[in-house]
């Protein structure tokens, strides 16, 4: 909603009625001039505009009627407290409104005078109405009064702010000022979408005339938003079309590919292959999210577009969240791409120094094929001799800036982004909603199920039991815990404590180790790398191990304290497992506490379908938990609601994209309001 510039220029202390203190108040919940507060949603409504008879109130409903002042009472009870009784009626049938500590009420009324009141009337041997709200009715009054006898709108609030002010402040900042709001969009797509104008918008959002009025308000206001939104991503979409690196992926290289394997690829993993192949020998940067759910086989796809660049003697780099996972993708593309004279490289924050530098050496020079690391890759010092792919795994672990740091690494390299979250299509617009998308919802075959089970304390033995069955059948067993180390006042287990406990007393015959994130960095590879050998049988571990870790002959996956965890942290922990041929089982320990983690761990067990998972996580969390951090690239919405309205982005998106092929600088006469109202809200120059 853009709006003729003064309005924004309208501070908000010279509203009438508004004084300095109300002011400050105002602008507690960010209400700083005229267009804010235009812009101050409703959090619901209140149908208040059916009055009834007072003949026909029915005790124990919300209800408004109309009656005449009959009698007043202003009394101290015996506990002190003020009340104040107000006598309407109507014919015969009298109701008598209560306000309790509000003496200032005594004054506002006056025998003889009608009023309108709404709220709950309970049959206390008479009807009473307690705190209702009202309206006197003046004599000639033409204006249906705000309070009652209309949908009325409730908004947030906050200490000193009552509804009944802030409600007369937007109700008058919409008289006076909706007919200045300059209506943005072009005016051939609101005819052809059938969109009210701005100034019906504004009024209606606020005080409908009907909910049909206020369903027109709505839509024309979100819809609005999502086309600006979209138009953006269709901007940013135009940018990374100009000329990028031209890769060759010459026939028969995914037959010889599939051979350095020893199974055969699924289909999802070729289809996606086969994206990416057309991206990247096209002359257009690619710019790709693959979403694939835990154990889909991702990597592999990502080592199949290394190859690809590597043919033309460009370099790949992959960029991982932790430590762990960076190792272990190195030890993964080593053992692939060694063989092929390829150098795979290593570059982590805890390495030795020495060894750092020829690293950093050979990245610059070129040499370096392939550089596996983790957010050491986007550090200052780090440059690359000839960067032609840019692959940055479990993307929901960074934010916007960090993927785009790494991209800046080269001159328009190709990139693909990866994530084991399957996000929500809704999100995927609104925060990807300029890359391509390649999903793989297909796991490799002959994977067993994982079996969920959610137990309590009481179940704690059996849990022991069945590892030590486990690993005698040859099998290993993550144990996770939230914390390293035991803190007093907690009653949180912790893995460090946990560790000892479970070596010396429960598992005195198993092989039990440790890690997490505070261990030193060598310290932590020997750790992952025996357990993977097998020389362990249980590995104890914090969240650490959470992305991205592949060991198939581990089984079992104990998650303690599970009730604290969010659910696409669960499913990714529980995603560990899984991983081979064997049946697996996920055992989540939790004591209940709300309603939320109650909803997390059923579903847990219910379904392992990431898609799934992620739409429940969306609903219990919302879009911006759900994206996690602040720096998720997540833009702040007014109106619309990314879940609840997503028809309506899907629309907009459309619209934008075709409105900016057609006319990519917004130049054309019924797009300048547009171009303007854009450039302001997201601060860029829209240049063709
Ligand atoms: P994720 O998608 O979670 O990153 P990974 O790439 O780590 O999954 O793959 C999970 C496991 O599945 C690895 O051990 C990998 O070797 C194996 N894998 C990948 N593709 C296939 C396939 N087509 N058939 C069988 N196993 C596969
Ligand atoms: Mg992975």
Redo the contacts with the bound molecule.
Sequence with gaps: MQVKKHLTDIPIRYMKGVGPKMASILTKVGIDNVLDLMYYLPRRYEDRSNIVAMKDISPGESQAFIGEVLKMNSFRARTGTVIFELFVGEGTKKVCAIWYNQPFMSKMFSKGQKVMLYGKVEKAGRLNITHPAFEILEEGQDEIPLEIGRIVPVYPLTESLTQKYIRKLIFHATKTYSKEVNDILPVQLRGRKKLVDSEFAVRNIHFPCSDKSLEKAYNRLVFEEFFMLQTIMAFRRRQIRKKGIKHEAHEGLLHSFGNLFD????NA?KKCIKDIEKDMSSERPMYRLLQ?D???????VAMYAALIASKGGYQTTVMVPTEILARQHYITFSKIFMPLGMNVRLLVNGMDQTLRDTIEKEISLGEADIVVGTHALIQDNIKYGKLGLVIVDEQHKFGVDQRQALRKKGKDPDMLVMT?TPIPRSLVLTVFGDMDISSMKEK?AGRDQVSTYWVDEGKRDSVYSFIRGEVKEGRQAFIVYPRIKQTQNSELRSAEHMAQHLKEEIFPELNVALVHGRLKSDEKEKVMEDFRNKKYDVLVATTVIEV?V?I?NVTVMVVEHAERYGLAQLHQLR?RIG?GKYASYCILLGEVKTDASYERLVTMEKTSDGFEISRKDLEIRGPGEFLGTKQSGLPELRFGNIAKDFSIMEEAREEAFSLVEEDPGLERPGNIEFKKAIEERFGIKVIK
């Excluded at 835990?294 to 592999?300: C, E, L, P």
């Design positions: 199974f055969e690829l699924t993993q694939g835990v154990g889909s086989g991702k990597t592999v084991a490799p991205g592949d198939p995603g991983r």
